[in-house]
């Protein structure tokens, strides 16, 4: 059965860093877009950052872009990403998901997904 796991969440100061952690069961890394999701109270849940396995494509929200960065070891079937200079606006739990990219597909929308993680707390505050 596949699965997505986060893990890495915390609190942590405004300037600070964390790395979150993915790891993806049951399946091959090449063959599937991870991507990370945010959703922050009251606002609508949107896509961080996409890493396609299949060419190693690799997005980030213009929000992000800069600060954060999105990496894979496929030794050990987990994407990571590692969040610098992080702001309150930052603030949302981070979810992973999974989705099937054979010829290369993105991961396009949350709801395109095809397995999602349960989601891990980041809080940014002083």
């Known amino acids: 059965q596949v699965q997505v796991v986060e893990t890495g969440g915390g609190l942590v100061q405004p300037g600070g860093s964390l790395r979150l952690s993915c790891v993806a069961s049951?399946?091959?890394?090449?063959?599937?877009?991870i991507g990370w999701f945010r959703q922050a109270p009251e606002k609508e849940r949107e896509e961080v950052s996409c890493?396609?396995?299949?060419?190693?494509?690799?997005t980030y929200s213009d929000s992000v872009k800069a600060r954060f960065t999105i990496s894979r070891d496929t030794a050990q079937n987990t994407v990571y990403l590692q969040m610098n200079n992080l702001i309150p606006e930052d603030t949302a739990i981070y979810y992973c998901?999974?989705?099937?990219?054979?010829?290369?597909?993105?991961?396009?929308?949350?709801?395109?997904?095809?397995?999602r993680g349960k989601g891990t707390l980041v809080t940014v505050s002083s």
């Open positions: 998901a999974a989705r099937y990219s054979p010829y290369g597909t993105t991961c396009t929308s949350w709801y395109a997904m095809d397995y």
């Open positions: 049951n399946i091959n890394l090449n063959y599937w877009a």
């Open positions: 890493l396609v396995g299949h060419d190693g494509t690799i």
